[in-house]
Nanobody
Framework: QVQLVESGGGLVQAGGSLRLSCAAS????????MGWFRQAPGKEREFVAA????????YYADSVKGRVTISRDNAKNTMYLQMNSLKPEDTAVYYC?????????????????WGQGTQVTVSS
């Protein structure tokens, strides 16, 4: 199995920044697409960003495009989500996920492994 562990969440004021990390146990990480999703209280889990195995291709939800950057360092078995200009609407539990497909995907059901989540809270 693949284990994913998120970190970097916390409390930040509106307009601030956070950098989330996702460490994976899989060493051949370049073979797998990865993504970030989030879930706020009372809402469904929604797509945030995705990245292909090589890191060349990236995808963003319209709600975060221009404010977040997804990246990965396969040598360190780690994926990142840099978030800037944070808004209270960004408050949610953020999950990283790994897909057996190499291209990356915006759809949650295509992902095979999920982390436990990290809380991001943005105060107004």
């Amino acid at each position: 199995q693949v284990q994913l562990v998120e970190s970097g969440g916390g409390l930040v004021q509106a307009g601030g920044s956070l950098r989330l990390s996702c460490a994976a146990s899989r060493r051949t990480l370049s073979s797998y697409g990865m993504g970030w999703f989030r879930q706020a209280p009372g809402k469904e889990r929604e797509f945030v960003a995705a990245i292909s195995g090589s890191g060349v291709s990236t995808y963003y939800a319209d709600s975060v495009k221009g404010r977040v950057t997804i990246s990965r360092d396969n040598a360190k078995n780690t994926m990142y989500l840099q978030m800037n200009s944070l808004k209270p609407e960004d408050t949610a539990v953020y999950y990283c996920a790994l897909d057996f497909g190499v291209a990356g995907s915006t759809r949650a059901y295509t992902y095979n492994y999920w982390g436990q989540g990290t809380q991001v809270t943005v105060s107004s």
